[in-house]
């Protein structure tokens, strides 16, 4: 079976840091994926980490631990434009399942000035 | 321009009936995916295919069918089996292990 937790809801103050953890209990995992999404609009990728480590892309950054079924998306100098939904996803890896992904249920970060 | 594209945007479905649910793609992409995803949860599978004329179950396939007669379409028929079809509906599609998902702007099916 599939398991994958993260908090239902944050809150931050526009300027700081905040940080969006995703832990997951797989049968089989391949990579994690991070995405964004507004309220009723289409999830948009953030990042992809396949080996342990911290992926930095601007403002956004991504950390995997796979000895630990382990990830957090870092987000610095907030903004209001932030206040959305963060998705995490993993592939795990299935025999012929091509990229096909399980979602968590999602972190909405509300961002207060 | 390169996309998702997902019809209509609003739906609303009387009890008893069937709805289809459009998601177009020009992207050239193999695999394409549908999704449910309720008030303040996370997105579910319903169907992917990965090739032409062929598809699979996702996690919650009862009450939905699908076809996947040509690469660029992959409709979503909510039939009356589904007795709690109000949900917003997600197409993706998908190049391969490794590369992200990409999604089209959803539909929000109502019951009237």
Known sequence: GQNIDQPTEMTATEGAIVQINCTYQ?????????????????????????????EEKGRFSSFLSRSKGYSYLLLKELQMKDSASYLCAVDPSYLNAGNMLTFGGGTRLMVKP | DGGITQSPKYLFRKEGQNV???????????????????????LRLIYYSQIVNDFQKGDIAEGYSVSREKKESFPLTVTSAQKNPTAFYLCATGQGRDQPQHFGDGTRLSIL
């Open chain 1, 26 to 54: 797989t049968s089989g995992f391949n990579g994690l994926f991070w995405y964004q999404q507004h309220a009723g609009e289409a999830p948009t990728f953030l990042s992809y980490n396949v080996l342990d480590g911290l």
């Open chain 2, 20 to 42: 289809t649910l459009s998601c177009e793609q020009n992207l050239n992409h193999d695999a394409m995916y549908w999704y449910r995803q309720d008030p303040g949860q996370g």
